[in-house]
């Protein structure tokens, strides 16, 4: 066996003899694993179906048009959105929108990083920062002591600044919220809302959170999401627009890509096609459309996970479980920066607590999570001030809800020193057998 083949093994049993909490992984099927490595791989086909530049592609015409048709059927309700699947993962994804509608200097308004947004919503730090002009929204603290995005506070934003483009969506935000009103509200300012559904798109297609695929203004123009998160697909993204041109964005139509014959487009999903190819992009990763493909037929129920357990039953697992668990957290002696309602719990660490030393110890006894940030934390950005949990992937491996509470209380064990690590890592150990594992 050579060097890569032995390092695979190594990180198989690692994947396996550990419990993962990390709110953004999950399992995909074997099927989801099994097609990423098929001869799709082999194949280039600049281009979109029925129009590439290669010959020999009549099956990649099959499969980029099924999977399209896939996409559309999970998410879009409305008809009003188109699809393009080549999309590497969701930063590239994120930026294709950027390059379609923004000019050099354009002012974009996103999600602090601290209030649970992402670098690739034009953090300040990311390098899309130098060509554009990003501006922030934040949470507030309720009197509660819990945090949410302040969506009043935003829409002044929207007044003030009249950015070209404001994003949506959240990797560390436990809150559900809505899309309907800030999308009106901003389209009333001629401004393009891009929803990041990255971290709540199997909710979503479960039918468990709201969703940004809306008629007229009510929508999201675009909608960018990866694939391997809750959905539980492979490491990839899909990327949604309006399948017109919204009347707010007719102003805009000099600055859209031209079409292929040098015309205006006509929808906002042909502009993005346009941008991402030929405007970006080489060759699509067939063997990763395949992989989505496979993932969208199993939320639909044509095909099985193997534990055969339908997705919604799934994602209601894990919400059930992940709450459970941030009760155990909480039980145990952490703070919920905001009571969760989603896949995802965020807990704030006693202030003399280290949460790099903390993530390692974790990890030292199998518990994989990663340390975040929150609102108002005082500390790094390196080893700031908090810890992010889910429960996507173990559901995936058929956690009980005694297990998750079980987490929850070895954890906290672990944090406030309550029992030795050799004790925690053996109950890790029993958990982690107990669990399924399908590769
Ligand atoms: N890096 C991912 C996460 O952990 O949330 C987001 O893309």
């Known amino acids: 066996m050579n060097y890569l083949f032995e390092l695979t093994a190594k990180e198989k049993s690692r994947q396996k003899n550990t419990l993962n909490l990390i709110a953004s992984e999950n399992y995909p099927s074997p099927k989801v694993l099994q097609l990423l490595g098929e001869i799709w791989s082999n194949k280039y086909g600049e281009g979109y179906p029925s129009k590439r530049y290669y010959a020999g592609n ?19 309700k409305t008809g009003s959105y188109g699809v393009n699947v080549q999309t590497l993962s969701g930063s590239p994804a994120n930026q294709i929108v950027f390059l379609t509608i923004l000019q050099p200097n354009d002012v974009v308004l996103s999600p602090q990083l601290a209030s649970g947004g992402h670098l690739t919503h ?10 554009f002009q990003p501006h922030q929204y934040t949470a507030k603290q309720n009197e509660d ?39 009106r509200f901003a389209h009333q300012y ?12 199997g909710l979503i297609a479960a039918g468990l959170h709201d969703s940004p695929f809306k008629e007229g203004d009510d929508g999201a123009d675009f909608v960018s999401m990866t694939t391997h998160k809750t959905i539980r697909g492979p490491r990839g993204a899909i990327l949604f627009a309006k399948n017109y041109i919204p009347d707010f964005a007719k102003v805009y139509l000099d600055i859209l890509p031209l079409d292929a014959k040098g015309q205006p487009v006509t929808s906002l999903i042909e502009a993005v096609n346009r941008t991402l190819f030929p405007g970006g992009y080489g060759g699509p990763h067939f063997n990763k459309i395949a992989a989505i493909g496979q993932c969208l037929l199993e939320v639909l129920g044509e095909d099985q996970y193997p534990d055969e357990i339908d997705f919604v039953t799934y994602s209601q697992n894990i919400l059930r479980t992940n709450k459970i668990l941030e009760q155990s957290l909480q039980k145990g002696g952490l703070v919920p ?10 807990m704030k660490l006693p ?9 390692k110890k974790l990890e030292e006894i199998g518990i994989i999570t990663n340390r975040n940030t929150f609102p108002n934390d005082t500390k790094t950005a390196y080893r ?13 491996r058929g956690l009980s809800d005694q297990q998750a509470e079980q987490i929850g209380r070895i954890i ?3 944090i406030f020193d309550r029992k030795s690590k050799d004790d925690l890592a053996k109950e890790v150990r029993d958990i982690e057998q107990s669990l399924n594992w399908w590769y």
């Open 58 to 76: 009549q099956n990649t015409d099959l499969l980029e048009s099924f999977v399209q048709q896939k996409a559309l059927q999970v998410f879009d």
């Open 122 to 131: 034009m953090h300040t730090v990311s390098s899309f920062s130098k060509f």
């Open 145 to 183: 002591g819990s945090f949410e995005i302040d969506f009043e506070a935003l829409k002044e934003q929207i007044v003030k600044l009249k950015p070209k483009l404001l994003i949506v969506g959240f990797s560390a935000y436990p809150k559900k919220y809505e899309f309907a009103e800030i999308c």
């Open 190 to 201: 001629n401004v393009f809302v891009l929803a990041d559904v990255a971290h709540i798109n």
């Open 337 to 346: 920066v905001s009571p969760t309602e989603n896949h995802l719990c965020l």
């Open 351 to 359: 202030e003399n607590k280290d949460s790099l030393e903390i993530q």
């Open 384 to 396: 700031p001030g908090g810890m992010r949990f889910g429960t996507a992937a173990l559901a995936s």
């Open 412 to 414: 906290t064990d672990l």
